[in-house]
């Protein structure tokens, strides 16, 4: 059985469900959803968002989250989700996060690796 993937969401919007989301959904439809696990500690990916600054405190992979008008600080993330084309290393796949998700949604890449997210 493959190993779980640990996941978790901190600096989101009030009202944000951590375990009823696009990013969670996303993950479920590629990895199953007995491979996702969404946690509030020890998680193996964190991903966050701009409404606050509970992600400084945890040292793991980093996932920013945003539609807002942010450019990502990769002083403080890993990767990033968000409105800004960047142009980045090769190996790391670059969409617009409005396409990207929306055919992510439609037809979910089943062979995604966590290391290679959109932008």
């Known amino acids: 059985m493959a190993e779980k993937i640990r996941i978790g969401f901190v600096d989101f919007w009030k009202g944000f ?19 996702i696990e969404v946690v509030d500690k020890n998680f ?11 992600n400084l405190k945890y040292d793991c ?30 190996d790391i796949c670059v969409y617009h996060f409005i396409t990207g998700m929306t055919m992510l949604m439609r037809e979910p890449c089943k062979n995604i690796n966590l290391r290679i997210l959109i932008i």
Request: proline share 2%.
């Open 44 to 54: 193996d990916y964190l991903f966050f968002s701009c409404f606050g600054h509970s």
């Open 17 to 35: 469900d951590a375990r009823n989301n696009c990013l969670t959904d996303m993950l479920i439809r590629i990895y199953g959803k007995n491979r």
């Open 61 to 90: 992979i980093k996932i920013f989250f945003t539609g807002e008008n942010i450019v990502p600080d990769f002083n403080i993330c890993d990767y990033a989700i968000g409105v800004h084309e960047m142009n980045l290393a090769t």
